[in-house]
Structures are given as C-alpha cells and as structure tokens.
C-alpha cells in the first residue's frame, strides 16, 4: 500500500511551479524551494494528500506574498472550456445515455488539472475530452440514478477551475433548483473559488456556497458551520476530484464520488488502473471499494 509519501514529489513540483509564477529569479526559485523543504522536512506525513498540500499552500502564501498565484490561468482554463461547452452539450442531448454522457464528461473535465499540466490549450482539452470518452469506466451507474430521483436535495463538491465548466452540463441534467454548488473558501492551486463559478454562470443557476477551507479537498473538521450543516442536511452528495474522494471516502453521507484515477496511491486504494473513471460510494461511512 503506497502512502502520502508519494505525493510529496508531485506537491515539491507544484511549489517549483508556483515560485516560477511569482518570480523570473532562479535564485527566488531557490530560495523558496528551500523554505519549502525544509519546513516540509518537519511535517507529520500520516496526513492525507490534500492536508498536506493545505499546509504546503499556505507556507508558500506566506513566503510570496500571493495569494492566489494561478489566477491568471484559472481564468484561461475557464475561458477554454466555455468556448468548447455548446459542443459538448450537443453531444449531451443527442446520446442514447443523456445523464451517463454528463457524468462522463463531468469527469473528463478532471483533465484540466495544474497539478498535471499547467500548460493546456484548447486544442490539449478537445483532445483529452475526446480521449476521455474512450476510457475505462467503472461505475454504479443504477444506484445513482435512483438516488438522483429520490433527492430533495444536492450538495455538489466542485473540484477545478475549468473543469468546473463541464460540472455545469451534469447539474443541468439534474434539478438545477435542487442543488447546491460547493467551491473552496480561499485559492490552492487551481481549485475553484467563488469567481470560478461565477466565470461559468454556475451562480445563475444554483445556489453557490465556499466551504470555509484552503484544503484542495474537504476536511470536513476544517470547513465552516454552514458547510457541515449542508453536508449533514443533504439528500445526496456528489464530489467530484481526486482531492475530495481522499478526504471524504471514509466519512458518512450520501456520497458519489466522480472523479478520474490519476496517481498510484488512488489506484492502489479502488484497485483500478490509473486512467479509469470512477462513479462509486463508499459503504456506510468507509472505504470498501478496495473490496470490490
């Protein structure tokens, strides 16, 4: 079994990335990247994933200065995926499988991910969608139906700027007026904010609440009251990314995590392989879909 310690090459990588955003200096790079390792060299790594990238995060908000040094990008992803939305939505419509087809494109959608590929174009995002459909899938495609139908209402976890675009075709397929959309409560990486859901119209069409945390995931005991009182009200909760399944896979509630299996401690953990699509629930508040 792979632990947290497998991130950290990834989480040394995004804080190289974000030095090179802030500053054009090697010596800055350097310097923070210092400041990082040896303060990284002094954390617990029993945390999960995205416990440790909060903490990461907010040391190098405190050594730059910058809060919320993807923005630029956040703002470009968005705007690619908007551009690429009238298509997909088409796609939607005229599918055997409307409500499959937005599930699957909701998680294609976890493509747009800094952490992976701060670099994407427009043409990069039409390819990976594209590509996405093609995928593994393994999901509990019956039981979510019937969940959906039953609920009175929704709390839906966002994960990505830009992808939070292809959220907006799922929640369409729903009962707009049922939902509730989820963001974070202040910049990490390229996790969506308020501002992310508001670039795509989601404020037009549901209720949008932060969840008082700067984890890219949802520490449930890190989130605001009114968020763990939407959570403990909701019919059904839908969390979408990578960040969320690893905070909340062992936590009660209606959940349905839609995300894609990107880095081998996941994959080790749903035993699927890395690429796959993933529409699951945990059983009663714990993780068996290593059982499955």
Known sequence: MKTSLDCIPCILRQTLDVARLVSKDPAVHENILRDVLGWAGEMELNQSPPAMAQRIYRRLRE????????????????????????????????ASNPLLMAVRLAIAGNIIDVGANGNLTETDMRQAVN???????????DSFRQEIAKAKSVLYLADNAGEIAFDRLLIEKLSPELVT?????????????????????????????????????????????EFQHRYTDADLIIAKGQG?????????????????????L???????????????????????????
């Open 266 to 292: 996941v994959a080790d953990l749903v035993k699927q392989p890395i690429g796959t699509q993933m529409l699951v629930k945990p059983r009663s508040g714990k993780n068996e879909l290593a059982n499955k």
């Open 244 to 264: 969320n399944f690893e905070t909340l896979n062992n936590e009660p509630g209606n959940l349905f995590f839609l995300f894609k299996v990107k880095c081998p």
């Open 131 to 141: 590509q996405a459909l093609t995928e593994p899938f393994f999901g509990e495609q």
């Open 63 to 94: 050594i730059t200065g910058v809060d919320d040094p993807y923005r630029e990008t956040k703002d470009r992803q968005n705007f690619m995926a908007m551009e690429i939305i009238p298509a997909l939505r088409s796609e939607i419509e005229s």
């Open 181 to 225: 959309l989820v963001v974070r409560g202040a910049p990490v990486i390229n996790d969506a904010t308020l501002a992310d859901a508001q670039a795509v119209g989601l404020d037009k069409i549901v209720e949008v609440i932060d969840n008082g945390s700067d984890a890219p995931g949802t520490i449930l005991s890190d989130c605001s009251q």
